[in-house]
């Protein structure tokens, strides 16, 4: 079992930034990628950003060059950097986890990012 907990939404106008925080604990040798979801209200959950422990990253259309993904292996943490914000990023972010065969996705408790116009 892998936990995810996430951590630094927030409200943030127009044009801000915000750094999100996701930190794995428990059978985290069975994970490998680890990404980010959005749900915003009323809509379906969607990719953000996913990177491996190799470092390769993959970036939805919506935020490619405004947000950035890393992590610290050691720390078994992945991070959302967050920039030029948008109303439309409006959402609950949900850290994620596959396990390596991709038959079961980990999740974390999801933290709420408000862009206000």
């Known amino acids: 079992q892998v936990r995810l907990v996430e951590s630094g939404g927030g409200l943030v106008q127009a044009g801000g930034s915000l750094r999100l925080s996701c930190a794995a604990s428990?059978?985290?040798?069975?994970?490998?990628?680890m990404g980010w979801y959005r749900q915003a209200p009323g809509k379906y959950r969607e990719f953000v950003a996913a990177i491996s422990s190799n470092g390769t990253t993959t970036y939805s259309h919506s935020v490619k060059g405004r947000f950035g993904i890393s992590r610290d292996n050691a720390k078994n943490t992945v991070y959302l950097q967050m920039n030029s914000l948008r109303p439309e990023d409006t959402a609950v972010y949900y850290c994620?986890?596959?396990?390596?065969?991709?038959?079961?996705?980990?999740w974390g408790q999801g933290t709420q990012v408000t862009v206000s116009s």
């Open positions: 994620n986890a596959p396990n390596l065969y991709e038959t079961y996705h980990y």
């Open positions: 428990g059978s985290i040798f069975s994970i490998d990628v």
